[in-house]
């Protein structure tokens, strides 16, 4: 399915209707107002101030329906869900237009006020609201008559597999996954036809690309976790929707979130606990932040780079290849702590006195100075202010070697800091690595923005403290 296509049609919707419904209101405004001085509503509508509204305010609802997070999920949508997410933001942009701008109007009395606000929330929900029905009703139609769907991989093709494809046939009407082939996991016995099995495991790539997959299924044979999180450590680079076949335990300790009633029971692994309106939240956070936080302490940038260039030989900005998010390579920054060369044998972990730091970098560690340039790796989106610590492929390789669980973590951006810096700083060997890893599946489950401010809160502690060692 075309999710941009999809997306821009909910967008341009929402535009449309939003100007329409302001203009409806300007109108329903000039007359409870009373502009007398511009004579007629054709001489208010063409007021400059009233002009620049009508140009913005489309503009900004659009910004508040994103952070909504109604756009996230082009398809597939839950209606209630839908009339919820349109409610609540037309809701709180309407406060927010209320005292930006109606407050400003000269009214007689605060009934005045009520009308204004009341004409303005209900001119958006009832235009807005209609043609995103429209849209959602004619694409859920085409869903549930199987003319459109997700191209979908199945991986497994052993009983629980065929049960699965039999469960999904006997549905009432289709739910948006059309299945396109079964992958052969190599741990049990073929059930599915031969004709339908494309691959084992290890053919995923050339799969993927020629199928033009869009969703993969995973339906274990059993639930061996160091079977299952192999599995799942294979699919996240591909940055595709990962969904896997519930168990009665998924079920019993609540991990299953049900979008639609025909539904097998499945749990999402390919996101986080984070409502989509939080992720949009946290992501547009990270980079009004980010970019404050490089502003304010470009100062402090300058000072330290003429420090590290001062205190010995070699680059001023250390650079680094650590896994981010779905298992995507990037480019971490710090300022340099370390002698150059410093890791003439390979990849090194850094100890309590390790003496490849220099004295200055002792300082920097300490405060957690060498950390700041990161701010850039998060306005550019490959990190998060808060989220697990990202580790360089080598280590991984180790971690999942005695924590198969690691993988989960490739849910969501890396961050400069984590709960698991915050409980235990740096790790100095893969041991204390694996017990920070701990803390970072307890943050996965536990996400949510008000942790993120406690985790920022004790970061500060710490900063200020110099316990960062």
Known sequence: MNNKLQILKYILSDFIASSIAWLLFNIFRYHT???????????????????EGQVLCPFLWISFFYLSGYYNKPYLKSRFEELKTTFSSIATGSLFFFFAIIL???LLNSSEYFELICALFISQFILIY????LITRRATILVHHGLIGYRTLV??????AQRFREELKNNKQAIGYKIVGFVHSGLCEK??????I??????????????????????PEKRDSKYVFRIIHKLFPYKLGIRMQAEMDDILFGTIKMDSLYEPPMIDISRAKLTYAEENTKRVSDIVISFLVMAILSPLYILIAIMVKMDSDGPIIYTQERIGRFGKPFKIYKFRTMKPDAEPNGPQLTDLNDSRVTLLGLTLRKYRLDEIPQFWNVFKGDMSLVGPRPERGYFIDQIVKHAPYYCLVQQVRPGITSWGM?????????????????YDILYLENMSLVLDCKILIYTIRTVLTGRGI
């Open 422 to 438: 915050v409980k235990y700083g740096y790790a100095s060997n893969i041991e204390q690595m694996i017990r920070r890893v701990k």
């Open 130 to 133: 209609i043609c995103r029905y």
């Open 198 to 219: 494309l691959g084992s495991i290890d053919d995923l790539d050339n799969i993927i690309k020629q199928e033009k997959i869009e969703s993969i299924i995973f339906v």
């Open 104 to 106: 400003d109007d000269m």
């Open 33 to 51: 107002v009373g502009y007398l001085t511009f004579g007629d509503l054709g001489s208010f509508l063409l007021w400059p101030t009233v002009i």
């Open 191 to 196: 059930i599915i036809d031969e004709k339908d």
């Open 155 to 160: 991986i497994g093709a052993g009983k629980n």
